[in-house]
């Protein structure tokens, strides 16, 4: 069964950096492509960052480009997404995802979620 599990929001300052992880269970990251969303107060979930089965190669949204970084430890089953720079547009829940197969991670429709923690970002 798989499951996955956020931690690190929190509420930051403008400017501020979090950083999020994902304990993922029940998978093996070689073999899933792995994403972060986001969802912000009366606003639809978007994707921001994920990586794929196959390669190393990420992709990010592009109001995060250069200020976010979505990464993996195959080992500890773990992904974060580490956050820079953060503005207050970034602040809503974030979700990690995790959906079987190789292929684009940015194309693809994520089976299994996680609750999600919240990220706050206000002086």
């Known amino acids: 069964q798989v499951q996955l599990v956020e931690s690190g929001g929190d509420l930051v300052q403008p400017g501020g950096s979090l950083r999020l992880s994902c304990a993922a269970s029940g998978v093996n990251l070689e073999y899933y492509s792995m994403a972060w969303f986001r969802q912000a107060p009366g606003k639809d979930r978007e994707a921001v960052s994920c990586i794929s089965s196959s390669d190393d190669s990420p992709w990010h949204l592009y109001s995060v480009l250069g200020r976010f970084t979505i990464s993996r430890d195959i080992a500890r089953k773990m992904v974060y997404l580490q956050m820079n720079s953060l503005k207050p547009e970034d602040t809503g829940v974030y979700y990690c995802?995790?959906?079987?197969?190789?292929?684009?991670?940015?194309?693809?429709?994520?089976?299994?979620w996680g609750q999600g923690t919240q990220v706050t970002v206000s002086s």
């Open positions: 995802a995790a959906d079987l197969g190789i292929g684009s991670c940015s194309t693809r429709n994520y089976e299994h």
